[in-house]
């Protein structure tokens, strides 16, 4: 059970959680917050005996603040290193001095929040630090509130992070992170830490393709994939960010992180007050595998919107078929194409609204057009609604195209600075949706369009980076919290949706995955991983994408060759296996492929849907990773152990292994397994010691196995 002890004799407050403990205490004056461990789980007399051990160290030229391992820094008195909270009060004075003022522990299901209130001893700036942690998992989420309990005068804040993480005293650490561009997402990477700082961030207003909010530290690089203690963090922000890996010169290693403070400055007003999105924490034992179970599982339970349905339905998108050119007749003909493969959902993605005859037009104006939709989109949602499948419909609210109705009657509405020019890209500008006339349009247009057809399903897109973030009609005011605004906005709008349409579900997607966090994850059900479909770069994309997110809620399709990014062919069979590891979906045109392929389809899409309950809501273990060798294998365990799906793909040519031997992780040693295609039994022991063979033959060849232990066949 999760559990917060608040320990008189020491000060201190110890999080017992699955299989880790977490600890802090108050310096003696009630000034500062020390963090003293966090790791293994110890038995809480350990944890007290930790916390009263600590002391703090005399050294010259530095105070006992600026060395201090403290949970939340302040800037103030002799602090150098990455601060969590920089304010300027309205006299001038910069800095500040707090003191501790109350604490308590609240229960709800199965979750316990501990909160923490500080306060300026001068000043009305108060901040309560959260902590709250949940039973049966290491994850230790973190926020923080600020109020000004002031009159009158305003308080300016000029940096304000969410938490600080302090690595537990070791030589050295390795930083594991994801980076990427579009097409090329979530690329997993990994840098030892010299003294200094190490910054990923986004400055983009969005969470970007460049640098996922996610990061992994392990002592010495000496974690692998199934051993090793890790420590990592996600951000749940979908703006932008900053995570900041500082190494300092006494080899102590924090990771500070949260809202970005780059163009930041936010007034928070007297009698306001102001919550910072979650940092959430983890630590595992297990090596990166363990590390990315405790991810998915955590984000399964407690982060994604509760169940529409135990398992994601399998999507067709119509993009990389018809592109712009939608129309009644060619989407019903993709449909029924799709009906007859066995999908669920129909998703008519870009084109069907406004002159959207291209990208330079159309934006903003999301009403159908009667050109390609002479009868509205009603006669269509009922032919796909009558072939059995839902329907799903793509939007992509917060921008604007200049040649659009709606930016010729609010020109003012989009991000500008005045006598600076409007940058466009991909012909759009951004909608500033931290004005609340576009948040109240911005619902409402939505709202209808949910209301007047029967949709189920909408794919958000979000197909720029926010540039001249200026806001000319506030510009004597705080014109720079459009930063946090938009994305509270954004938040607010989709939670507004959910609450009214409860029976819609929603994928982000910014260019592919240039929106996939944990704040963003809590309000869709999944997320567009990439626009690259090409199946070999997709193992990369999908191997780091699996580090930090859920499989579950990873979208992957199966499109046309050769793929229109690449150039590369590869066999339907290479591409549905690819697509298989995650949530499947079809995006290839379907009115090209011969009956011997949608014969071949069909049967995909039937397997499918036999495993991925496993796929999805199983435990992942990566067996071979992309980035080494010609190989990359996955094994996807049921919760209750009865089943195991095992992928396993060939890259290309280069004479290499013969004889494939995969070791199978995680089966219970006595147990037997029978393999679906050959009958075989193998014992757990012989799976894992000595491994299950794998035949590819030539290039991109790929095999999926599913085994289910003999007492359950
Ligand atoms: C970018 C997305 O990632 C694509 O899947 C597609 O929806 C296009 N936008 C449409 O403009």
Same mark, same amino acid.
């Given at each position: 059970m999760a559990e917060i002890i608040y320990d008189t004799a020491s000060l201190a407050w110890i999080f017992q959680m699955e299989a880790s403990t977490y600890c802090m205490r108050l310096n003696e004056e009630q000034t500062s917050l020390q963090h003293i461990y966090w790791g293994a789980r110890v038995d809480t007399t350990v944890a007290r005996e930790m916390a009263l051990a600590w002391k703090t160290y005399f050294m010259s030229f530095e105070s006992t603040a600026g060395n201090s391992r403290e949970e939340f820094a302040p800037w103030g008195e002799m602090r150098f290193n990455e601060p969590a909270l920089k304010v300027a009060y309205a006299d001038g004075t910069r800095g500040i001095e707090w003191r501790f003022q109350a604490h308590g522990i609240e229960q709800e299901q199965g979750s316990q929040t501990l909160w923490l209130r500080f306060a300026d001893q001068v000043y009305p700036l108060q901040v309560t630090l959260y902590y709250r942690i949940h039973t049966g998992h290491d994850v230790l989420e973190r926020w923080v509130r600020l109020e000004n309990?002031?009159?009158?005068a305003p308080i300016m804040l000029e940096q304000a992070f969410s938490a600080d993480w302090q690595l537990p005293r070791r030589e050295r650490y390795r930083m594991t992170y994801l980076h990427g561009r579009w097409g090329k997402e979530t690329q997993v990477t990994e840098t030892l830490l010299a003294p200094g700082k190490f910054v990923l961030e986004s400055r983009?207003?969005?969470? #970007?393709?460049?640098?996922?909010p996610w990061v992994a530290f392990d002592a010495d690089a000496s974690a692998t994939e199934e051993q090793g203690e890790l420590w990592s963090a996600g951000l749940a922000w979908s703006g932008s960010w900053k995570i900041v890996a500082e190494t300092t010169p006494y080899g102590t290693l924090h990771c500070v992180g949260g809202v970005?403070?780059?163009d930041f400055r936010y007034r928070l007003d007297a009698g306001t007050r102001l919550d910072l999105p979650a940092f959430v924490g983890l630590y595992a034992s297990g090596g990166f595998g363990a590390l990315s179970r405790q991810w998915h599982r955590y984000q399964r339970a407690r *982060? =994604?919107?509760?169940? =529409?349905? #135990?398992v994601r339905p399998i999507l067709y998108n119509s993009w990389e078929a018809t592109a712009f050119a939608v129309n009644e007749r060619n989407q019903m003909e993709l449909a029924e194409k799709a009906a007859a493969l066995g999908i669920e959902v129909f998703v008519m993605d870009d084109g069907?609204? !406004?002159?959207?005859?291209?990208?330079?037009? !159309? %934006? !903003?104006?999301?009403? *159908?057009?009667r050109t390609k939709f002479p009868r509205g989109l009603n006669p269509l949602i009922e032919r796909v609604n009558a072939l059995g499948m839902r329907f799903g419909l793509w939007v992509e609210p917060e921008m604007v195209n200049p040649d659009s109705d709606l930016y010729r009657a609010h020109p003012d509405w989009v991000y500008h600075f005045h006598n600076r020019k409007r940058t466009e890209s991909r012909n759009q500008l951004v909608l500033n949706l931290a004005r609340p006339d576009v948040r109240d349009w911005m619902f409402s247009t939505l709202d209808t369009l949910l209301s007047e057809h029967n949709i189920e399903f909408i794919k958000w897109d979000m197909n720029r980076s926010i540039s001249e973030p200026g806001w000319p009609a506030e510009s004597a005011g705080n014109p720079e919290r459009v930063w946090l605004a938009h994305v509270q906005n954004l938040y607010w709008v989709f939670d507004a949706l959910r609450r009214k349409h409860p029976n819609v579900a929603f994928e982000s997607c910014s260019g592919g995955g240039g929106r996939i966090d944990l704040g963003i994850l809590s309000r869709v059900e999944? *997320?567009? @991983? +990439?626009?690259?479909?090409?199946a070999l770069d997709r193992l990369r994309i999908q191997e780091g994408f699996s580090y930090a997110y859920t499989p579950r809620a990873m979208m992957c399709w199966v499109t046309d060759c050769p793929?229109? %990014? @690449?150039g590369r062919s590869v066999p339907l069979r290479y591409r549905f296996h690819v697509a298989m590891a995650g949530s499947l979906g079809i995006g290839g045109d %379907? +009115?090209?492929?011969t009956p011997e392929e949608l014969e071949q389809a069909r049967g995909f899409i039937e397997t499918y849907k036999r495993v991925r309950p496993i796929v999805q809501n199983g435990k992942l273990y990566r =067996?071979? #990773?992309?980035? +080494? &060798?010609q190989v990359t294998a996955s094994q996807y365990a049921a919760q209750d152990g009865s089943e195991v799906v095992i992928f396993a793909w060939g890259h290309s040519q280069?004479? &290499?292994?013969r004889l494939i031997m995969l070791q199978l992780c !995680? =089966?219970? *040693?006595?147990a037997h397994y029978v393999e679906g295609v050959s009958g075989r039994s193998y014992t757990g022991s012989y799976l894992m010691r000595y491994g299950l063979e794998a035949k590819l033959v030539g290039d991109f060849d790929s095999q999926m196995f599913h085994l289910v232990r003999a007492d359950r066949l």
């Open positions: 309990n002031g009159a009158d983009r207003g969005t969470t #970007s393709h460049q640098f996922n970005n403070d780059f *982060v =994604l919107p509760a169940e =529409l349905e #135990s069907w609204f !406004g002159e959207r005859a291209h990208d330079r037009a !159309g %934006l !903003g104006d999301w009403t *159908v057009n999944q *997320v567009w @991983t +990439s626009d690259n479909t090409d793929n229109y %990014l @690449t %379907l +009115s090209h492929w =067996l071979r #990773s992309p980035r +080494s &060798g280069q004479f &290499g292994e !995680g =089966l219970e *040693v006595d």
